[in-house]
């Protein structure tokens, strides 16, 4: 594994690295100085085939995006035996280890590189930021807003697709009895809504993939490609 600060790059190359990903290009677009200290605080990862990236039990305030190659969530099979059985693959674009952070609770899989990807590249972003509600010191408030608005959004989409799968499960429709914010926007409020409906909503998420990682959601021949959205944290 070899871990590099995203300021030992040229800084063209990272924009257009950056680019593509909606919390970076969202933060830039609203103040180029709140992008410069996010940047600070985040580094890229390479892994080479087959290597582990964190492990369950681990605990950190890392959230991460796959910027090249795949990699497979991995969760120790129920009961013992001899080796840990593949739940997902997370494949560029992806954004995952977000439950922990938002829960503050230890990872509850292994996260490995693919052994068939030639390079694996993933950029790790330091979370402590976004943590504290209530400092505005390096991060302002609409920068905070664009974090857990980016949260929300891709938590409530993955939900939104298990719940496209398995409509009848008793937790396909517990992330739409969440009440959405409705107060005044851009606000302090709005910020603590947002952060509260985040927590939720990973909880929520977390008790799903507890049904994948035992099994009582998917048989052995079951494609595990078609999961995509199943990445614990």
Known sequence: MEITPLSNYPRDAVDRLLNVIHLFRDIRASSEWQYDVLLKRSRLTSLAPGEKLFAAGDMDQWVYFLLRGELHVQVEPQGGGP???????????????????????????????????????????????????????????PTKLVFYRNMVHSLRWKLEVYRS?????????????????????????????????????????????????????????????????????
């Not at 992806?94 to 292994?110: I, K, N, V, W, Y």
Request: one cysteine or more.
């Open 83 to 141: 080796t840990e059985r593949p739940l997902a693959m997370i494949r560029p674009g992806e954004l995952f280890g977000d439950l922990a952070m938002l829960l503050a609770e230890p990872r509850s899989a292994d996260v490995v590189a693919s052994p068939t990807s030639r390079e694996t590249l993933v950029l790790g972003v330091d979370c402590t930021l976004f943590t504290d509600l209530e400092d505005f010191s390096l991060l302002h408030l």
């Open 165 to 233: 799968k398995y409509p009848s499960h008793e937790l396909a429709n517990s992330h739409r009895k969440l009440k959405l914010y409705t107060g005044p926007k851009n606000s302090r409020e709005e910020l603590l809504a947002l952060a509260d409906q985040a927590r939720a909503l990973a909880r929520i998420l977390l008790d799903w993939n507890a049904e994948f990682g035992s099994g009582q959601l998917v048989d052995e021949k079951s494609d595990m490609s078609d999961f995509l959205e199943s990445m614990l944290s």
